[in-house]
């Protein structure tokens, strides 16, 4: 594929996360970003007749190189990189590829029938679980079917995610590089926190189930960070956990959810206010409050600023 023959050229050792890595490896990393971003609008071609497992592989495909040009490894050891600008090469390109991978999964999967929302993983273990109470001689009640046919758009969606996670770093790999205090190099701290909006928009599941607490991070995003990092923080947890800022009980949730609206009040310029806005608005409607009477608590908070 044209992506291969480019990573051979353009991704040649040694890396920039390599040692003895020079001017060169930057600049065959860049030039590879390039054309990720020149093809995100060359979408299509795929056969609606092959299985969505094959066509997912397809997407992965027109994504990222071979697993034996560019390993998730090798991009992880990118993202732990002491130097700033070794790490900015390997978010360049985890970022393309994410940016490249919405379009061709959204492509393939309108191909397929569409989905609405996120494709879910089939509830393999729900099956497995009553299997083994019925063999256990557990009287079992009524059972909700579990046959359920699958839309093959939904399957389409959940199986690219699937694929495409297991071909990038993990969530864990790109927190340790987001600033613990205040953020010292903003371009860097930008390139991660896109990352990790894109992360939390196209691989929820691998998100939901990493170590890392993004509730947790937004209120020191919110004091010690510029206005441009904070919200893209606020994008973040309003991707991955804003019905969660509604659990009374959540203690990390709460914290969260006090510290955007505490914000959201102090009239913050705008980068800030706009995804602050849409973050309460997500959980004020998760919190029973409907779209009009959220809209106008938001107005009143933000008027008595």
């Known amino acids: 594929?044209?992506?291969?023959?480019?990573?051979?050229?353009?991704?040649?050792?040694?890396?920039?996360?390599?040692?003895?890595?020079?001017?060169?490896?930057?600049?065959?990393?860049?030039?590879?970003?390039?054309?990720?971003?020149?093809?995100?609008?060359?979408?299509?071609?795929?056969?609606?007749?092959?299985?969505?497992?094959?066509?997912?592989?397809?997407?992965?495909?027109?994504?990222?190189?071979?697993a034996d040009a560019l390993t998730r490894k090798e991009l992880g050891r990118g993202f732990r990189h002491a130097d700033p600008d070794v790490r900015g090469a390997?978010?360049?390109?985890?970022?393309?590829?994410?940016?490249?991978?919405?379009?061709?999964?959204?492509?393939?999967?309108?191909?397929?029938?569409?989905?609405?929302?996120?494709?879910?993983?089939?509830?393999?273990?729900?099956?497995?679980?009553?299997?083994?109470?019925?063999?256990?001689?557990?009287?079992?009640?009524?059972?909700?079917?579990?046959?359920k046919r699958q839309l093959a758009g939904r399957v389409l969606d959940y199986e690219c995610r699937y694929k495409m996670a297991e071909r990038l770093p993990d969530v864990q790999a790109l927190a340790a590089g987001l600033p613990k205090t205040v953020s010292t190099d903003a371009r860097i701290d930008g390139l991660a926190l896109a990352c990790f909006v894109r992360y939390s928009r196209e691989l929820p599941e691998a998100v939901a189930t990493a170590r890392f607490d993004v509730c947790k991070m937004l209120p020191n995003a919110l004091h010690a960070w510029p206005p441009e990092l904070a919200g893209q923080a606020a994008r973040a947890c309003r991707l991955s956990c804003a019905k969660r800022l509604a659990a009374p009980n959540d203690i990390s949730a709460r914290k969260a959810r006090d510290a955007s609206l505490d914000a959201f009040a102090s009239n913050p310029p705008p980068a800030l206010a706009v995804p602050l806005r849409l973050l309460c608005g997500d959980f004020l409607k998760a919190a029973g409050l409907s779209k009009d009477d959220g809209d106008a608590w938001l107005d009143a908070c933000a008027g008595g600023a």
């Not at 480019?6 to 065959?28: K, V």
């Not at 590829?97 to 494709?119: M, N, P, Q, S, W």
């Open 1 to 66: 594929s044209i992506l291969e023959d480019c990573a051979a050229g353009y991704l040649g050792r040694p890396r920039p996360w390599d040692a003895g890595a020079g001017a060169r490896a930057f600049a065959g990393c860049r030039a590879f970003v390039d054309v990720l971003r020149s093809a995100e609008k060359t979408v299509g071609g795929y056969d609606r007749g092959r299985r969505e497992r094959d066509t997912a592989d397809d997407v992965v495909r027109r994504c990222l190189p071979p």
């Open 90 to 147: 390997a978010l360049e390109v985890t970022l393309a590829a994410l940016d490249r991978f919405a379009t061709e999964r959204k492509a393939a999967v309108d191909l397929y029938g569409g989905c609405k929302g996120v494709g879910e993983r089939p509830p393999v273990q729900a099956i497995i679980d009553c299997c083994k109470r019925h063999l256990d001689g557990e009287t079992l009640g009524p059972i909700p079917s579990h046959r």
